[in-house]
């Protein structure tokens, strides 16, 4: 069955960088788009971008371009999610999903990492 | 940005009766190409993922109950719960992934 099994939750100081992971397993990896999506503290959802797992390119939401890099590796069947800069406000769960083709909408979450930044 | 609007932002039903939620986009999610409405609905309970149940705006995602329904077109869409279960309390959000991806500010049911 389909799995996207993400780390752990960190905290971190203002300042500092984040890197989550997304590992996939289930289907052929490389075939599908990795988004990122997260979701503060009693808010709503905030789409971060996508890195498409077969050939790693990247589109990155305004919000977050410049400050967020995706990447992957696909002998690992793993995607990652790094944050720089971290400041208070970018406490939230943070979770990758799978879009299974153009214009779908995503099947498969990750159950959600808690990056925690604070002083 | 295509800005996605929910109404109410919640709700609360009694149980086995019909809850209805609403979303408006700020432009349309038609894709011309495919005729199909680039629009979807989640379920999220606490301390979970979202779940998807509706895409397309009206398909039903496989394994979801048939009291889950979607419909709309262009701008306006609506989640239908025929029958409100108490499994069913839980926030929904509509998506838009016509244009990158927004999702609305979500909209919590409740049992009355």
């Known amino acids: 069955q389909v799995q996207l099994v993400q780390s752990g939750a960190e905290v971190k100081k203002p300042g500092a960088s984040v890197r989550v992971s997304c590992k996939a397993s289930?289907?052929?990896?490389?075939?599908?788009?990795i988004h990122w999506v997260r979701q503060a503290p009693g808010q709503s959802l905030e789409w971060m971008g996508w890195?498409?797992?077969?050939?790693?390119?990247?589109l990155y939401s305004q919000n977050f371009q410049g400050r967020v890099t995706f990447t992957r590796d696909t002998s690992a069947s793993t995607a990652y999610m790094e944050m720089s800069s971290l400041r208070s406000e970018d406490t939230a769960v943070y979770f990758c999903?799978?879009?299974?083709?153009?214009?779908?909408?995503?099947?498969?979450w990750g159950q959600g990492t808690l990056v925690t930044v604070s002083s | 940005d295509i800005v996605m609007t929910q109404s109410p932002d919640s709700l609360a039903v009694s149980l086995g009766e019909r809850a209805t939620i609403n979303c408006k986009s700020s432009?349309?999610?038609?894709?011309?190409?495919?005729?199909?409405?680039?629009l979807a609905w989640y379920q999220q309970k606490p301390g979970l993922p979202p779940k998807l149940l509706i895409y397309?705006?009206?398909t039903r995602e496989s394994g979801v109950p048939d009291r889950f329904s979607g419909s709309g077109s262009g701008t306006d869409f609506s989640l239908t719960i025929s029958s409100l279960q108490a499994e069913d309390v839980a926030v929904y959000y509509c998506?838009?992934?016509?244009?990158?991806?927004?999702f609305g500010q979500g909209t919590k049911v409740e049992i009355k």
């Open positions: 289930g289907y052929t990896f490389t075939t599908y788009l």
């Open positions: 432009q349309s999610v038609l894709y011309s190409s495919t005729n199909r409405n680039n």
């Open positions: 999903a799978r879009e299974p083709g153009d214009h779908y909408p995503f099947d498969y």
């Open positions: 998506q838009q992934y016509f244009t990158a991806q927004t």
């Open positions: 890195v498409s797992a077969g050939n790693g390119d990247t």
């Open positions: 397309w705006a009206s």
